[in-house]
């Protein structure tokens, strides 16, 4: 018979959300295949795991790894509801690759935060205009146009430095596992 | 150029245009068949969705109107509002509770009736918790001033037979402790009988030590759990872990588990989980009030009443004579019991976080008064709550998680011989020349508490003799100390505090001082009682100071913050070949807030 795991109260719970909330929307994103509903499916995902909390158990030592793996599994079963509710328009991709590419983020966990990381380090290596730009687009999300017409430039020009950055970002992000033996 | 690199170059511009968001329906086909066929493709797809999400994580969120990736959308904000009593559904237990209900025509007769426990005040509290809480605070307390008098006039309490209180089971009395409860909270106004007098560092009470309050509210702890809070003047003596004794004032009580007990001269007050009011008068003897739940009253005198058991529910009041008798037609007054108190002011406009508060379980803006966690475990330490000793040696480097409070991130011992150290949630790792993987007590912190002195002779929980100087720093401080032994380190989710205060952190700061107490010990080497402190962001190290000794008194520490830093780290170390007389304190360390962020997102 098993050892009864862990589990976890409400004020733990709230906590854990809070500091996994970045990977369950990327996970989200990915499976979905595009950044708009995201915040649709990963309330959905929210509520029944905190209807569900007293289900969670965790066996393993690594406490938080457990709790987003569990996230993980309600928010692609949420997913997949959300795909049959609205029609497999809303969703890019088939159920067959939703299921690869939610085994492969699980599978490769320690890969993509390992990526994250560098990402946050690399970030600081930018120049301040560029990493500006950056954050106008992705996090205060600023569209193309906007940021054009803000700074005098063509949209073409908007793109191509957002190109440019990601590309240095890519770069810098690689580099750095390299250096890490990833 | 292989078809391979073909299609990974045309997934990388597909990728980018699917970041900038024009990705049309072709191209979002194209991009299916590309990842259907590869694995190399989905890796390089969740890399750039990674990143997308990745950056927008990284900073608060500011502009509401217009994102491509909302962050203080209603999902994010959902876990800090996340309400108690969300919608039931099928997989939600509903146990369910006895409620007793009575009439004045049946005042003899106990009737039942059950109903499903919370799932139906969920679904109703639910829409409640998106308004303001102050509002409904304001709604609650409006509601208790104007209805609750006519209430418990209305109602009086069941008498049935006797019952032996001892057969009462008591979990908390069989807890070991050398503490039976704690003051929590105090409101600015607090007065005490006898100034000046020492009290234990955590602001514990053993058993039958009394306590004396002129003016104010003092909310006090037990290690039940049970909360309650004492009116001035008041004197009040904590009789056990789940029981106390009110000589004078006022007191209202709280105790989710139930089987607290309250005893008067008049009286013998039982929690049976519930909310109530005690006042207590030398000449009309004590007075009990029950705002919610259940609570059980016996007159202590010889009397006619005595020995009988009232059963007293919500809205019901008695009064219970000197002489033993049970009075009914008295004019209660539940508006004169504080059931709430704002402990040491209201912070919630500060700029400043406080990290003491965050160390004592709060949010950066609670006010509380004391608190600890254990390194090797990362919970508020019930070693410190319950043993004087608090946690004692703790030999071995640990790495814990923090949950129970989220701005806090971990908190570690860090390990010897070059051996890297996980410090944070993100995975960082830092090396650090520490000598012995040791440290002693735990980390704790503590709010000044004016009136109130530490006891600091012999040796405490935390170091021998050090909270005389603790003590005399902490009159001086705004937010209080926090306690590093050196070889221990915490954490602070940045980006927690930011998603909760909906502002930038733009800074650290803090002053530190080594307040070992060597000087009154001729046998130790002040040369040899040194300890460094180091702050990283995100595993990289910001600043230090190395070498501290007792000599060099205060010495500031500041960092300035970047929207995309994650985590900072707060660490001491030995750098002689010991942790004896280590203790550093940090005096009014602070996160610095920017909530100019949060006016724009709110414009």
């Not at chain 1, 854990?16 to 499976?31: D, S, W």
Request: aromatic fraction near 8%; hydrophobic fraction near 40%.
């Amino acid at each position: 018979m098993n050892e009864p795991g862990r589990q976890i109260n409400s004020d733990e719970f709230v906590a854990l959300l809070v500091r996994h909330e970045r990977r369950l929307r990327a996970f989200v994103a990915t499976l979905l295949g595009r950044f708009e509903d995201i915040d649709e499916v990963v309330q959905n995902a929210w509520l029944v795991a905190w209807r569900k909390m007293d289900s969670f158990s965790c066996h393993s030592t690594n406490f938080d790894e457990e709790f987003v793996r569990w996230l993980c599994a309600i928010a692609r079963f949420e997913l997949l509801a959300y795909r049959r509710k609205n029609g497999p328009g809303m969703v890019l991709f088939d159920e067959e690759l939703i299921e690869n590419l939610a085994d492969m983020r699980i599978e490769q966990a320690d890969y993509f935060e390992s990526r994250h990381r560098a990402l946050l380090n690399c970030l600081r290596r930018l120049s301040p205009r560029d990493r500006e730009m950056v954050f106008d687009r992705y996090g205060r999300g600023k569209s193309v146009q906007q940021m054009a017409t803000t700074a005098g430039r063509s949209l073409d020009g908007i793109y191509k430095s957002l190109g440019r950055i990601r590309t240095a970002l890519f770069a810098c992000i690689d580099s750095s596992l390299k250096q890490e033996g990833c | 150029m292989t078809a391979a690199s073909d299609d990974m170059k045309e997934l990388d511009e597909l990728l980018q245009r699917m970041c900038d968001s024009c990705l049309d329906a072709v191209a979002a086909a194209r991009l299916a068949e590309i990842l259907a066929s590869s694995k190399a493709a989905q890796r390089r797809y969740i890399e750039y969705m990674d990143y997308c999400i990745g950056i927008a994580h990284a900073l608060p969120g500011i502009d509401e109107n217009d994102r491509l990736l909302p962050r203080q959308s209603a999902s994010t904000i959902l876990p800090f509002d996340a309400p108690r009593y969300p919608p039931s559904s099928a997989a939600d237990p509903t146990p369910m509770l006895s409620v007793a209900v009575n009439d004045r025509t049946r005042l003899s007769r106990k009737q039942t009736i059950s109903i499903p426990r919370f799932s139906l005040l969920r679904s109703l509290l639910y829409p409640m918790t998106r308004a303001p809480l102050r509002m409904w605070a304001a709604a609650v307390l409006l509601l208790c001033l104007l209805g609750a008098p006519w209430m418990l006039r209305a109602l009086r309490p069941v008498v049935v037979q006797p019952a032996p209180v001892e057969s009462l089971t008591a979990d908390a009395a069989n807890l070991e402790s050398d503490f039976a409860a704690r003051i929590i909270g105090m409101t600015s106004d607090t007065t005490w009988e006898n100034p000046g007098a020492k009290v234990d560092a955590l602001l514990r009470f053993k058993t039958h030590e009394t306590i004396h309050v002129l003016t104010g509210l003092v909310r006090i702890e037990f290690v039940s759990g049970a909360k309650v809070i004492l009116q001035a003047p008041a004197v009040f003596t904590p009789t056990g872990p789940d029981s106390g004794q009110l000589d004078r004032g006022r007191l209202t009580g709280k105790a989710t588990n139930g089987n607290f007990r309250l005893t008067t001269k008049a009286a013998e007050v039982i929690d049976l989980g519930t909310e109530f009011g005690v006042a207590v008068d030398d000449v009309t003897g004590t007075d009990v009030l029950v705002f919610d739940g259940e609570v059980e009253v016996v007159p202590r005198a010889a009397g006619p009443d005595a020995g009988r058991v009232l059963k007293m529910t919500e809205g019901m009041a008695a009064r219970i004579t000197p002489t033993g008798s049970a009075v009914h037609d008295f004019p209660a007054e539940p508006g004169g019991f504080s059931r709430s108190i704002t402990s040491l002011g209201n912070r919630d406009k500060d700029n400043e976080l406080s990290l003491v508060d965050v160390i004592c379980g709060g949010n950066g803006f609670d006010n509380n008064l004391a608190g600890a966690i254990d390194p090797r475990t990362g919970k508020p330490d019930s070693g410190v709550w319950l043993r004087s000793w608090g946690a004692g040696r703790r030999k071995g480097a640990a790495f814990n998680l923090i949950t129970h409070c989220p701005p806090l991130d971990a908190v570690f011992i860090p390990f010897i011989g070059g051996e890297a150290t996980q410090v944070d949630s993100l995975g960082n790792k830092i090396v650090l020349p520490c000598f012995t993987s040791q440290t002693f007590g735990p980390i704790w912190a503590r709010r000044s508490t004016k009136g109130l002195d530490t006891a600091g002779e012999g040796i405490d929980f935390w170091g021998p003799d050090t909270f005389k100087d603790v003590n005399q720093r902490l009159q001086s401080t705004r937010h209080g100390v926090i306690g590093l032994q050196a070889n221990v380190g915490f954490t602070v989710d940045l980006q927690a505090v930011r998603m909760r205060q909906h502002c930038d952190v733009t800074g650290f700061e803090a002053v530190i001082a080594l307040l070992a107490a060597y000087k009154d010990r001729q046998q130790r080497d002040p040369a040899k009682t040194l300890v460094d402190f180091r702050v990283y962001v995100d595993g990289v190290l910001r600043t230090s100071r190395l070498s501290i000794k007792r000599a060099d008194g205060d010495i500031r520490v500041a960092v300035s913050l970047t929207p995309v830093d994650q985590r900072i780290t707060l660490v001491s170390t030995d750098a002689d070949e010991s942790i004896l007389f280590d203790e550093l304190v940090l005096i009014d360390p602070i996160l610095m807030l920017d909530r100019s962020t949060r006016s724009q997102s709110s414009e």
